[in-house]
């Protein structure tokens, strides 16, 4: 892990170090920079970045953001300027200038959240997998120096603890994400959370392998494994943070790759497939990082993995299955299989008791839909829920992480998307209309009304795009981990 550290007052500058600051911070006025090069600096910095790696001793590279990027907490200029600054650095030891922001305000706490969840991930890049093999000399990112005010060091310190504490479950989810599909199967996922699982005693594994899956009537996780010669398996991971009390579970799609089955995706269209088991691999990252943290609460993981795989098994459209909840299924396009394994993997966790107990609630994370990406683009998670409650703390911890998701419709008006004249439920509409929100109904019919249940489309944000690639990103998991440490609801 990156190491961290918090400092205010006299700075030992070395060439080893990168500055990145502000036009009229002090830390800029009196760091010893020569004076040409200060007001350089800050006239640029007046409009555009600007960043000098020669002649700027004391430091080996110094970098002016405009006081505009600091504060923005929407399209995050800042943050996204420095991951491309320090993923090719000569300088392993960042100090950052946190002098700008208002610690009390919460827009500025998001900044900050967001931001530091961004240096913390470059911990970890593709090439680290063992693919590839490694640029000579390459120079990381190893230490993060936030140079601060006397007065934000109680709120940094914390911030820097839970950002650290959460990228590295997100990293655990980003290792899983990337590795290409004929390596991450469901049983290698099995396998790999299962010994990561290991270093934390308050984690604990069930797995149900394709026998017992049948077994126990979860007929549409079967139904959508069964084509491939890699077979499902359905994983529960338990987090016991405390001995008593209500407990939460957080429910993930596991496709670790999608064809689309016998209803076959173009080429481009398959290209990016392996990542359609992000949503399990979050989960695994959700609870490493509560585990980081040792939060006093319980919850649970249940993974539905699978390959999606056109094979002499593989399920047919118009092939009707059995739920896990009883609800029979007509499968009308066998390219719609996130939402089958997931309404079996829903009503498995709406099963779950603990001393007698339902969960308090359930919430699911897929990359369902490619309609999402059309309705909110790359950098908002969709949202969908069946209890208002349960949509207000979640919002309200997005936009105190800056993690973004948005609201969406969920009501009896999408229920004539999934009818079927032939079995209880069909999997995909006729009309190809609401497909992102005729999902997440779907989805609805599998947990008992009496559960605050919410389900997050992540198609758009489980990957970051860059330079004409796309790695996994591991949200959501700072916006979950905001909302547990915000809503006190688990305890």
Not at 141 to 150: F, Q
Not at 229 to 239: A, D, E, G, K, Q
């Amino acid at each position: 892990m990156i190491n961290s550290l918090l400092t205010h007052g006299s700075l030992a500058a070395r060439d080893d170090m990168h500055l990145v600051t502000w036009p009229d911070s002090s830390l800029l006025q009196n760091c010893e920079i020569g004076a040409a090069l200060t007001e350089a600096l800050r006239q640029q910095a007046a409009h555009s970045l600007a960043d000098c790696a020669f002649g700027c001793a004391p430091f080996g590279r110094v970098t002016v953001v405009p006081e505009s990027d600091w504060l923005d907490g929407l399209t995050q200029k800042l943050a996204a300027a420095l991951r491309g600054l320090c993923r090719k650095t000569a300088c392993p030891h960042l100090v950052l200038d946190t002098s700008r922001w208002d610690m009390d305000d919460k827009k500025h706490r998001a900044i900050v959240i967001s931001l530091l969840h961004n240096l913390f991930n470059l911990e970890y890049q593709v090439s680290d997998l063992g693919y590839k093999k490694p640029a000579d000399r390459a120079v990381r990112l190893s230490h993060l120096t936030l140079w601060c005010l006397p007065h934000q060091e109680h709120a940094l310190s914390a911030l820097l603890t839970q950002t650290a504490a959460c990228a590295k479950g997100m990293i655990a989810a980003r290792r899983l994400a990337d590795r290409p599909s004929e390596h991450c199967t469901p049983a290698f996922m099995v396998s790999d959370i299962v010994r990561q699982a290991e270093d934390y005693p308050q984690l604990r594994c069930d797995v149900l392998d394709e026998n017992q899956i049948q077994q126990h009537g979860l007929g549409l996780l079967h139904a959508v494994g069964k084509g491939a010669s890699n077979p499902p398996r359905l994983l529960v991971i338990h987090y016991d943070g405390c001995d008593e009390g209500p407990f939460g579970v957080y429910v993930g799609k596991g496709i670790t790759f999608d064809t689309g089955g016998l209803w076959l995706k173009s080429g481009e269209g398959m290209y990016t497939m392996k990542y359609d088991m992000c949503g399990a691999a979050n989960v695994f990252g959700l609870l490493v990082a509560t585990a980081e943290l040792k939060l006093p609460v319980r919850l649970v993981g249940v993974l539905a993995l699978a390959e999606n795989m056109p094979g002499p098994d593989a399920m047919r459209p118009g092939e009707i299955a059995t739920s896990y909840s009883g609800l029979s299924v007509e499968i009308n396009n066998t390219d719609a299989e996130g939402r089958l394994v997931l309404a079996d993997a829903i009503a498995w966790a709406a099963a779950l008791r603990k001393e007698q107990q339902p969960p308090h609630y359930i919430i699911d994370m897929a990359t369902l839909t490619g309609a999402v990406v059309k309705a909110l683009g790359y950098d908002i998670t969709g949202l969908w829920s069946n209890d208002s409650a349960l949509t207000r703390t979640l919002s309200t911890a997005a936009e105190h992480s800056g993690d973004s998701l948005w609201p969406m419709p969920l009501d009896a008006r999408f229920a004539p998307q999934v009818e079927s004249r032939i079995a209880d439920i069909c999997n995909t509409p006729t009309n190809n209309a609401a497909i992102s929100t005729s999902a997440a109904w779907f989805l609805n019919r599998f947990c008992p009304a009496e559960i605050p249940w919410a389900h997050l489309d992540i198609s758009g944000t489980a990957l970051w795009r860059e330079q004409g690639y796309s790695v996994a990103s591991g949200r959501p998991v700072p916006l979950l981990i905001q909302h547990l440490l915000e809503t006190g609801e688990v305890k």
